[in-house]
C-alpha cells in the first residue's frame, strides 16, 4: 500500500508561482509513474503532468506546457509541481497519484494511488 500526502497549495495572485509536493510512503516508490491532476468545481479530474520511475520521460496537458514542471526525488520518495505564471483557471483541487505499474497514462483510472488533495486558488 503506499499513501501519498500533498503540500503546498494555497492562494496567489495571477501571474505567480506555487510548488506542490507529494510525500510517498513505500519501498518501491521509485519505481512507480507519478502523476498530478486537478479538479475544479463542477468538472471532471483532469490530467496535468506525470513523470516516469526514472526521471526521464514527462508529460504534460496542452494547458499548463511551458508554466509547469513536473519532477521527483526518489532519494525523498517526492514528487513535486512547480506551476509558474499561474492563472484562474488554474484554480482547483490538485491531486497526486501513483501508477504502480510503471506507464505513462493520462486518465485517473489509470493510477492505483491517490492523495487528499491540495487547493490551489488563483485570484486575478
Known amino acids: 500500500q503506499v499513501q501519498l500526502v500533498e503540500s503546498g497549495g494555497g492562494l496567489v495572485q495571477a501571474g505567480g508561482s506555487l510548488r506542490l509536493s507529494c510525500a510517498a510512503s513505500?519501498?518501491?516508490?521509485?519505481?512507480?509513474?507519478m502523476g498530478w491532476f486537478r479538479q475544479a468545481p463542477g468538472k471532471e479530474r483532469e490530467f496535468v503532468a506525470n513523470?516516469?520511475?526514472?526521471?526521464?520521460?514527462?508529460y504534460y496537458a496542452n494547458s499548463v506546457k511551458g508554466r509547469f514542471t513536473i519532477s521527483r526525488d526518489n532519494a525523498k520518495n517526492t514528487v513535486y509541481l512547480q506551476m509558474n505564471s499561474l492563472k484562474p483557471a488554474d484554480t482547483a483541487v490538485y491531486y497526486c497519484?501513483?501508477?504502480?505499474?510503471?506507464?505513462?497514462?493520462?486518465?485517473?483510472?489509470?493510477?492505483?494511488?491517490w492523495g487528499q488533495g491540495t487547493q490551489v486558488t488563483v485570484s486575478s
Open positions: 497519484a501513483a501508477d504502480k505499474h510503471g506507464g505513462l497514462v493520462f486518465t485517473t483510472n489509470g493510477y492505483d494511488y
Open positions: 513505500g519501498r518501491t516508490f521509485s519505481s512507480y509513474t
Open positions: 513523470i516516469n520511475w526514472s526521471d526521464v520521460s514527462s
